[in-house]
């Protein structure tokens, strides 16, 4: 089977796509089919997060560009900043995934935390769309990747 080995930024003309959600970009090593059918191991040196237009580079040189499928997602506004910015405390204090915008927080859909959200006064609303969350203080790349 072919191996995908190294990540970077896709090409403008990429031989083939793979739409894959959050959790499935989030990976070392793993048998993947791509959009069109191709099967191939993703064997990375170590676990990498896969953003929305990064590239798997397989063996013969060709590149698969990654896409971020949608997921069933929620997404919470309030009045103002200052707001926001302690209803994300809270989520964070929950360890929840989330997407955090200047304007609203994206998590997965929880019923929990939703309950949580409008008891603090934001607005929830479902949305389906692809999931980006922050990568955490620890991660030693804020959320993102090296290329190599």
């Known amino acids: 089977m072919i191996r995908a080995t190294t990540v970077t930024s896709a090409p403008d003309d990429p031989d083939d796509t793979i739409t894959l959600q959050y959790d499935d970009r989030c990976r070392r090593r793993i048998v993947l089919t791509s959009d069109s059918g191709l099967d191939f191991l993703l064997d990375l040196p170590r676990a990498a997060r896969l953003r929305d237009g990064d590239a798997l580079v397989l063996e013969d ?29 809270h989520v964070g204090n929950r ?6 915008h200047a304007d609203r927080l994206v ?18 609303t479902d ?22």
Not at 107 to 124: E, H, Y
Not at 127 to 148: L, R, T, V
């Open 95 to 100: 360890h929840c995934l989330c997407e955090v």
């Open 127 to 148: 949305i389906i769309g692809p999931f980006d969350p922050e990568g955490g203080a620890y991660s030693g790349q804020h959320g993102h990747h090296q290329h190599e």
């Open 107 to 124: 998590m997965r859909r929880d019923q929990v935390v939703c309950n949580m959200l409008k008891s603090l006064g934001c607005t929830v």
């Open 61 to 89: 040189g060709r590149a698969i560009q990654v896409r971020a499928g949608s997921e069933e997602l929620m997404e919470a506004r309030s009045a103002d900043s200052a707001h926001l910015v302690r209803a994300a405390w």
